[in-house]
């Protein structure tokens, strides 16, 4: 009994050891491993997961970068009870590709933010800011409302609006993502409506 397990050891380790050193032969429909002509491919890493998923195993499945586009279409203003201003914004996705959500550095799990710098006639100066927490599917418009400002409604004269500061969205025009509005507002009616 032990001389045949040997035989058949012997015999198996012969049938592998002779596939290993005579390949199949190449023909027009095959050819070796050594010596095919696969093209070279950038390979991107992603930095993070994202909805839809378009890797295998963490590898990219297409080529092409996605490309979304940003456009801030209006800016409108409101007064608070108290005085104070919340600034709303209208973003839409002029691109092909949708806006996913993603870890951005302000720590929100978002697809972009949208960022207000509210300025007074004596120079004071405050950020107010509003993330986009759903994914911003293609030629889809958003309005978000930002947080209320701590400086008052009557002593602002300017407002300035960037959509996506961080750069996390791949827009690559990027000359409609600011808004701007100049002017005295009256304390009773708040107005700073600009539309692009």
Known sequence: MRKLVQ?????????????????????????????????LRAVRFPTMLTFPDETMY???IYDSLPRADLNLRAISCTRLDDGTLVVTVRVQNMGADIVANTALLTGDLAAFRVVATVTTANGARE?????????????????????????????????????????????????????????????????CNVVR
Not at 15 to 39: H, K, V
């Open 58 to 60: 963490f590898y990219p």
């Open 7 to 39: 035989l058949g050891l012997i015999a198996g380790v012969t049938l592998l050891a002779g596939c290993q050193i005579r390949s199949y032969g190449e023909n027009q429909r095959f050819s070796t491993w050594s010596d095919a002509d696969i093209p």
């Open 127 to 191: 950020d107010v800011g509003v993330a986009q927490v759903v994914p911003l599917t293609v030629a889809s418009t958003v309005s978000l409302a930002m947080n209320p400002t701590l400086l008052q409604a009557a002593d602002v004269t300017r407002i300035e609006v960037v959509a996506d500061p961080d750069r996390v969205v791949p827009d690559p025009v990027r000359e409609n993502n600011t808004l701007t509005w100049e002017g005295r507002m009256d304390a009773t009616s708040v107005q």
